[in-house]
């Protein structure tokens, strides 16, 4: 564009005004419309972006702050951007839970376990989160089943799908299969001191 601009400007100083801009016009103009909408759009959509997030942001809070902040959330998720809608999503399960209704809250963590369009890590921490807040009468099996593909899996809630299943086993009477999956927690590599403390003590007293 330089080379267009200083043939330009040589040409006015001999006066072949028309010419020049039969010649150039219609490229000056093109980039000076690129340059301002291109402008114009990043800052445009940068603004845009920061106000949907603030306001977002600001709706999440105010949902979570009213006197049914489940009942808060579920009428303005549809307004949330992505990110704070999965929040919401999260929390309408806890306080489902909170408020005693396991059925709901497993549901709600189900659902999102289940929605392809949300990360792989959420997904599962939905799923082992579907199985801690399960009913009781859920059976032992089903819940396994539904943790195994964490238990058996090599992602970072392993060492929690474990114990998990560590307590299942422990509700039916399984004291073996209980054990070797606390053994399990205490040998792998990428797990919390805490968790690891609290496994190593139930196998000791299991032991015993």
Partial sequence: MADIFDEINEDLKRDRTQALWTKYGKYVIAAALAVVLGVG?????????RSQAEAAANLYQQSLAADDAVAALEQNIGELTDGYALLGR???????????????AEAGYLDIAEDTSVT??????????????????RPAGELQAR????ADGAGPWKAMA??????????DGNTDAALSKLEMIVELAD??????????????????
């Fill in 41 to 49: 759009a990043s800052q445009g959509f940068s603004a845009w972006t």
């Fill in 90 to 104: 999260f929390q309408i399960a806890a306080g489902l839970a909170g408020a005693g209704d396991a059925e709901g």
């Fill in 120 to 137: 792989t890590l959420y997904r599962d921490a939905a799923l082992l989160l579907s199985a801690m807040n399960a009913p009781e009468s």
């Fill in 147 to 150: 943790i195994a593909p964490l």
């Fill in 162 to 171: 474990l114990e998990l299943g560590a307590g299942l086993d422990l509700r």
């Fill in 191 to 208: 797990v919390s001191a805490e968790l690891r403390q609290r496994a190593a003590q139930l196998v000791a007293i299991l032991k015993s």
